[in-house]
C-alpha cells in the first residue's frame, strides 16, 4: 500500500504488477469500499488477464484521507473527471480497462462517457445510472444496523475514517436532493465496449439499471445476470464472474 498526492489530497493505494504490453486493470470500488474490501478479486483477475493493475480507496475510505466536508450530490462526476483523470496521469495510465462496483461502477461508467480517448473497455458491476426505491430503503436498513454499532466494528478494520465512509455515502444517497440523480445523458456517449454483470436478487437496484444501459449506450455492451446472486457479484458468484471478465479482457486483446 503506498499514499500518493493527488491534488493534495493522499490517495490509498495498490499496484499489482504485469504485462506492461497490456491494458492497465483499474478498480473502483462500492460505496463502502477500499482496497482491502476489494480482498484478493483484483490479484486474481490481474493474474488471468496477465496484467498490471491499480487498486485505490476514495477520499474518505480505507487510508486516504477523511473528507472535508459532506459530499454533494455530483460526488460521482466530481471523482469521474477530477480525480481519477489525475491519479491515472501520476501513474502514467492510459485507455485502462475500468473494473467498477457499484458507486465505483458509476464513476467507471461516467469516465468512459467523457474520457478521451476512450478506455480500452469497461466493466460494470451493480452500476446505478438513476436513483431506484429499492436503493434509498435498502440503505436506510443499512443506516439503522451502523447506528446499532455492529457494522460500525466491522468496517473499522478498513477504514481509518469509518464515520466517513459510511456516513459520507448512506447520507448523500438518503439526501431527497439525490433523488434526481441520473446518468441518462451519460448514456448516450459510453461508446467503448462494455460488460455489465448484476445479480437478479440485488438489494441495492434492479435489473433496470443495466437494461438502461444495454438499451441507451452506442457501444458494443454484454450483459451477465446472476441467478441467485445479490449486490457483490464477485464474492456471491467469483468463479463466473472471473470468467466473464477474463473473457471480456481476452476479446479486447483480440480485437
Known amino acids: 500500500m503506498t499514499l500518493v498526492d493527488i491534488g493534495g489530497v493522499r490517495l490509498e493505494t495498490r499496484l499489482i504488477l504485469g504485462d506492461a504490453t497490456k491494458p492497465w486493470l483499474v478498480f473502483l470500488h462500492e460505496g463502502l469500499g477500499s482496497v482491502s474490501l476489494w480482498r484478493d478479486f483484483p490479484d486474481k483477475l490481474a493474474r488471468r488477464a496477465g496484467a498490471r493493475a491499480l487498486i485505490y480507496s476514495r477520499r474518505?475510505?480505507?487510508?486516504?484521507?477523511?473528507?472535508?466536508?459532506?459530499?454533494?450530490?455530483?460526488f460521482m462526476h466530481r471523482e469521474a473527471l477530477d480525480?481519477?483523470?489525475?491519479?491515472?496521469?501520476?501513474?502514467?495510465?492510459?485507455?485502462?480497462?475500468?473494473?467498477?462496483?457499484?458507486?465505483?461502477?458509476?464513476?467507471?461508467?461516467?469516465?468512459?462517457?467523457?474520457?478521451?480517448?476512450?478506455?480500452t473497455g469497461v466493466v460494470?458491476?451493480?452500476?446505478?445510472?438513476?436513483?431506484?426505491?429499492?436503493?434509498?430503503?435498502?440503505?436506510?436498513?443499512v443506516r439503522n444496523a451502523y447506528d446499532d454499532g455492529q457494522l460500525r466494528a466491522r468496517l473499522e478494520r478498513h477504514h481509518a475514517n469509518v464515520d466517513d465512509a459510511f456516513l459520507g455515502w448512506a447520507d448523500i444517497w438518503m439526501d431527497p436532493r439525490f433523488r434526481a440523480w441520473t446518468l441518462g445523458p451519460e448514456l448516450a456517449r459510453l461508446t467503448c465496449p462494455t460488460l455489465l454483470i448484476q445479480g437478479e436478487d440485488d438489494?441495492?437496484?434492479?435489473?433496470?439499471?443495466?437494461?438502461?444501459?444495454?438499451?441507451?449506450?452506442?457501444?458494443?455492451?454484454?450483459?451477465?445476470?446472476l441467478p441467485g446472486c445479490g449486490h457483490v457479484p464477485q464474492r456471491d458468484r467469483p468463479i463466473e464472474v472471473l470468467d466473464a471478465i477474463t473473457r471480456f479482457v481476452e476479446g479486447l486483446a483480440a480485437g
Do not use: C, W
Open 60 to 74: 474518505g475510505y480505507g487510508q486516504s484521507d477523511p473528507l472535508e466536508e459532506p459530499r454533494n450530490p455530483d
Open 124 to 141: 460494470l458491476m451493480a452500476p446505478h445510472v438513476f436513483v431506484e426505491s429499492i436503493s434509498v430503503e435498502s440503505i436506510a436498513r
Open 203 to 225: 438489494d441495492y437496484g434492479t435489473l433496470a439499471q443495466i437494461d438502461a444501459i444495454a438499451d441507451r449506450a452506442p457501444g458494443p455492451v454484454s450483459k451477465l445476470v
Open 83 to 119: 480525480v481519477l483523470p489525475a491519479l491515472l496521469a501520476h501513474f502514467q495510465i492510459e485507455r485502462p480497462i475500468l473494473v467498477g462496483h457499484s458507486d465505483g461502477a458509476s464513476i467507471a461508467l461516467i469516465y468512459a462517457a467523457d474520457a478521451a480517448p476512450d478506455p
